[in-house]
């Protein structure tokens, strides 16, 4: 049997481009138009097939050289019969086929690039492949969803999204991150400190919620200035005191009640692969809690069934459970929505991340005295920021403006004093 180099064709206005993946490996069987390499440009990326059928004997380029045309690719044995294979060379494909699978691992993760299943091989195109890369997928685990199994953007994205929290760590490996070229203290004085274990924890939580679900942020604003008069106005009816409740307790209230009215909001889709989404009839409000160990968002349990006065005095208490260390485990899970307020400390809008499996979380700024316009005179009113993120594979954007309409009615100057009942 005889050799045959395989090179780079005329690939038009490439040049002195990068190889960005290596397809094929040494020992492996090859047939014309199978892709070898991908190279890629400024603009784009192309797949280079081959011209000819054989056995790769050598390969010429690793990941990152440069190739123009001509560059030699690899080397192939061709076959006679392209039905026959010789003893030998099954055997040496074989005797190489792990000692070339380590090489190749080694190279590609020093470059930052998946490893890709060489045994099976998937259709897409050089896009779709970079695609996959920047978000740290084996495209080969991919199913594709077009013809013959060719694998789109929409099958990575799905792919993403239907990764169990179990997986997640595999999808984003640590070798795969990206790695610091210089050490912090070459530039300076630096300290090492330990990362609270609240933080730690939380860490792979805040991960999987911000790589599996498609959020999305509705900004809006409340009048709260009757709730604030109302609010402000309580007194204990047996020691003529005022009543300290804070603001956190009425949307605690406002938001149950809107939760009522939209169930979508207090599901979980965690068996989305199956079709399925869990509808709760019950309504745990997770409170997003400040302490020096880090975020903490224990439940209130059954904020439906209890006043005003009644919440105040469980947010304090959950407060002080989360800041002493002394809320059980469980109280951190089971929620239907959560709050998470920046009124104390300032700031408006921003976008708070959703606390799975829930689908949605509403943010709260500080609120402010506004000058707005009705009734044809500028009026100065208590406005209040509302950042509702929600997770748009089962709430779409209408249904979410929907829902910040209601509650800004529940919050408005109608139904503040309904809230204290």
């Not at 792919?159 to 912090?184: C, S």
Request: overall charge positive; some cysteine.
């Amino acid at each position: 049997m005889s050799k045959k180099d395989i090179k780079v064709p005329n690939i038009g206005e490439f040049k002195n481009v990068e190889v960005i993946e290596i397809i094929v490996k040494k020992g492996q069987e090859i047939k014309k138009n199978d892709p070898l390499i991908t190279i890629e440009s400024d603009k784009s990326s192309v797949e280079i097939p081959s011209s000819h059928d054989g056995i790769v004997t050598e390969l010429n380029l690793n990941i990152g050289d440069k190739v123009s045309e001509g560059s030699k690719i690899l080397e192939i044995e061709l076959k006679k019969d392209n039905n026959v294979e010789t003893k030998e060379i099954q055997s040496t494909k074989k005797e190489n086929i792990k000692e070339n699978k380590i090489e190749i691992e080694k190279e590609v993760r020093s470059k930052n690039i998946i490893v890709k299943d060489f045994s099976k091989k998937t259709s897409a195109s050089p896009k779709v492949r970079k695609f996959a890369r920047e978000l740290g997928i084996d495209i080969s685990k991919v199913e594709g969803s077009e013809r013959l199994g060719r694998v789109t953007e929409s099958d990575i994205k799905s792919f993403v999204a239907k990764t169990p929290e179990r997986n997640i760590e595999k999808v984003f490996k640590k070798d795969e991150m990206i790695e610091l070229e210089y050490p912090h203290s070459e530039f300076g004085k630096t300290q090492i400190n330990d990362i609270p274990r609240v933080k730690r924890l939380s860490s792979k939580y805040l991960m999987n919620s911000w790589s599996n679900i498609p959020h999305v942020t509705n900004h809006d604003e409340a009048d709260i200035t009757e709730l604030e008069e109302f609010r402000t106005s309580l007194t204990d009816i047996y020691t003529g005191e005022k009543k300290k409740i804070t603001p956190l307790a009425f949307i605690v209230k406002a938001l149950t009640a809107s939760l009522k009215k939209f169930p979508n909001f207090n599901s979980s889709i965690d068996e989305i692969d199956k079709g399925k989404m869990t509808l709760k009839k019950y309504y745990h409000i997770g409170i997003a809690v400040d302490t020096k160990h880090g975020l903490m968002v224990p439940k209130l349990r059954n904020a439906d069934n209890k006043n005003i006065t009644l919440i105040g005095n469980e947010l304090k208490k959950l407060s002080d459970q989360c800041r002493n260390l002394k809320l059980d485990k469980k109280e951190l899970f089971g929620g239907s929505m959560t709050i998470t307020s920046l009124g104390g400390i300032g700031g408006s809008f921003f976008t708070p991340i959703i606390n799975y499996p829930e689908v949605a979380i509403l943010g709260v700024g500080k609120s402010q005295k506004k000058q707005i316009f009705i009734d044809g005179k500028f009026v100065t009113r208590t406005i209040l920021p509302l950042s509702l993120s929600y997770d748009h594979r089962i709430i779409d954007g209408a249904e979410a403006a929907r829902f910040n309409n209601d509650l800004k009615e529940n919050l408005g100057k109608n139904f503040a004093y309904k809230l204290a009942v």
